[in-house]
């Protein structure tokens, strides 16, 4: 590395370390208008003031010589936590997450930052532990803190919950909310929602449609009512979700099937079929590719990674929806429409 490079990546430092010491100083800004807007009863999002200060934003970008791509993806980030950190929860609920795998953290992330009591438990307390160490609450063991919360959100795989729900539900939830969060919820609902009954919880059933990213600030997330749910349990959990910071979409069991059918199933099914068949052609070309990669193509494989990072859950998804039949065949029809539109039927 020449002198030069080494000289400019001090410098490169130092303004990285006043970006962060300026963000820092907006979101404190932020926390104050927060503040003043509580007392005064106005709403959190302004969305006059967002378009003014985009505005300024692509001035200045102008004048500095940035690109107005850089200002559209870093100002609604920007935003996105400058309005979590005014979320004030108004009720902080004690809320308890069973698991301590990439989707319980990325919903500790959130929850706790929004300000909520936060205990995480599970069969290994240790990684509870460690879990709960890196965002400021607490662990218990589980029947301490099912007894503790009053929200219990079961962030483990369905199979899990299936196959040990003697140990994991007990009469202690009696008059807690219990959430799970599956990306399928044709098994899974019935039991729990049959479970509800004679353990008298109440069973709302959610589907974060995000992946285990850390505060996932404005992201959705599905919230399927039960026979067990009030309105006033819905009401309060969509709230509970919104002020936390996420989209909450409400919906029944069938919509939600029929939605994941196209949105997970379809589009995993294809993605496996283009990483399988990429990894073949590649073989019978006698072609490395990796060199050759275009801008669309290198988006294309950071998602093939993440499907194939996820791949026995997109097979738990295959296996566990309803229509995925349908939308296999109809998935391969499609491809052999097109393949004999392009071939002029030869
Ligand atoms: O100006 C405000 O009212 C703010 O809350 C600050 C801010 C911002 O980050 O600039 C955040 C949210 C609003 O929607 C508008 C602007």
């Given at each position: 590395?020449?002198?030069?490079?080494?000289?400019?990546?001090?410098?490169?430092?130092?303004?990285?370390?006043?970006?962060?010491?300026?963000?820092?100083?907006?979101?404190?800004?932020?926390?104050?208008?927060?503040?003043?807007?509580?007392?005064?009863?106005?709403?959190?999002?302004?969305?006059?003031?967002?378009?003014?200060?985009?505005?300024?934003?692509?001035?200045?970008?102008?004048?500095?010589?940035?690109?107005?791509?850089?200002?559209?993806s870093?100002?609604p980030l920007?935003?996105s936590y400058?309005?979590l950190?005014?979320?004030?929860?108004?009720?902080?609920?004690?809320?308890?997450i069973?698991g301590y795998g990439g989707m319980a953290r990325s919903i500790v992330s959130i929850l706790s930052l929004a300000?909520?009591?936060?205990?995480?438990?599970?069969?290994?307390?240790?990684?509870?532990?460690?879990l709960?160490?890196q965002f400021?609450?607490?662990?218990?063991?589980?029947?301490?803190?099912?007894?503790?919360?009053?929200?219990?959100?079961?962030a483990?795989?369905?199979?899990?919950?299936?196959?040990?729900?003697?140990?994991?539900?007990?009469?202690?939830?009696?008059?807690?909310?219990?959430?799970?969060i599956?990306s399928?919820?044709?098994?899974?609902?019935?039991?729990?929602?049959?479970?509800?009954?004679?353990?008298?919880?109440?069973?709302?059933?959610t589907h974060p449609l995000f992946g285990p990213i850390e505060y996932p600030v404005g992201e959705r997330i599905?919230?399927?009512?039960?026979?067990?749910?009030?309105?006033?349990?819905?009401?309060?959990?969509?709230?509970?979700w919104?002020?936390s910071g996420l989209v909450?979409?409400?919906?029944?069991?069938?919509?939600?099937?029929?939605?994941?059918?196209?949105?997970?199933?379809?589009?995993?099914?294809?993605?496996?079929?283009?990483?399988?068949?990429?990894?073949?052609?590649?073989?019978?070309?006698?072609?490395?590719?990796?060199?050759?990669?275009?801008?669309?193509?290198?988006?294309?494989?950071k998602i093939?990674k993440k499907v194939?990072d996820l791949?026995?859950v997109?097979?738990?998804?295959?296996?566990?929806?309803?229509?995925?039949?349908?939308?296999?065949?109809?998935?391969?029809?499609?491809?052999?429409?097109?393949?004999?539109?392009?071939?002029?039927?030869?």
């Amino acid at each position: 590395m020449t002198e030069e490079i080494a000289r400019l990546r001090e410098e490169i430092d130092k303004v990285d370390e006043q970006l962060v010491k300026l963000l820092s100083y907006r979101l404190e800004l932020s926390r104050k208008i927060g503040k003043a807007k509580l007392n005064s009863n106005v709403s959190v999002t302004d969305e006059n003031r967002e378009t003014k200060v985009r505005e300024r934003w692509i001035s200045n970008a102008k004048k500095y010589n940035i690109p107005n791509s850089l200002v559209e993806s870093i100002l609604p980030l920007i935003f996105s936590y400058s309005k979590l950190v005014q979320i004030n929860p108004g009720e902080k609920e004690k809320v308890v997450i069973y698991g301590y795998g990439g989707m319980a953290r990325s919903i500790v992330s959130i929850l706790s930052l929004a300000g909520h009591e936060v205990s995480i438990t599970g069969r290994d307390l240790s990684k509870a532990e460690i879990l709960a160490n890196q965002f400021k609450c607490v662990s218990m063991a589980p029947l301490r803190a099912v007894d503790w919360g009053d929200i219990i959100i079961f962030a483990i795989p369905p199979n899990v919950i299936l196959s040990n729900s003697n140990e994991l539900f007990s009469d202690k939830l009696k008059g807690k909310v219990v959430m799970d969060i599956s990306s399928s919820k044709f098994e899974i609902f019935k039991f729990l929602e049959e479970l509800s009954r004679k353990l008298e919880f109440k069973y709302i059933s959610t589907h974060p449609l995000f992946g285990p990213i850390e505060y996932p600030v404005g992201e959705r997330i599905v919230i399927i009512p039960s026979q067990t749910s009030s309105n006033n349990d819905i009401i309060r959990i969509e709230n509970f979700w919104r002020k936390s910071g996420l989209v909450p979409i409400i919906t029944d069991v069938e919509t939600h099937e029929k939605a994941m059918a196209i949105v997970q199933v379809l589009a995993h099914y294809y993605l496996l079929g283009l990483s399988n068949a990429i990894e073949t052609l590649s073989l019978e070309l006698g072609v490395e590719y990796s060199n050759f990669h275009t801008t669309n193509f290198r988006e294309l494989n950071k998602i093939l990674k993440k499907v194939k990072d996820l791949k026995n859950v997109i097979i738990e998804i295959q296996k566990q929806n309803p229509y995925s039949y349908k939308v296999r065949n109809i998935g391969l029809e499609e491809l052999k429409k097109i393949k004999e539109e392009l071939e002029g039927g030869k």
